[in-house]
């Protein structure tokens, strides 16, 4: 499994979340809470090896967000 893969396999109520904590953070200086964020991050390092920026997974969930929206 890529990167690409994980962000795929996220619902749209996970993304829905995820949106909601990105919100959180950027409101409170980088503070986040547990959530779809933190849980990406870890099952990708456990389950498959991969490493997340907390930046980048950002990036890459906003984007798949927009995708959904607009591309289909």
């Known amino acids: 499994m890529n990167k690409k893969m994980i962000i795929d396999n996220l619902t ?11 919100v959180y953070y950027r409101e409170n200086s980088g503070k986040t809470v547990d959530g779809v964020i933190s849980s990406t991050i870890y099952f990708s390092k456990e389950e498959h090896g991969i490493v ?6 950002i990036c890459e969930i906003l984007f798949e967000i927009a995708r959904r929206k607009y591309a289909t």
């Open 52 to 57: 997340w920026d907390k930046e980048a997974l």
């Open 12 to 22: 749209n109520q996970e993304l829905e979340f995820a949106f909601w904590e990105i």
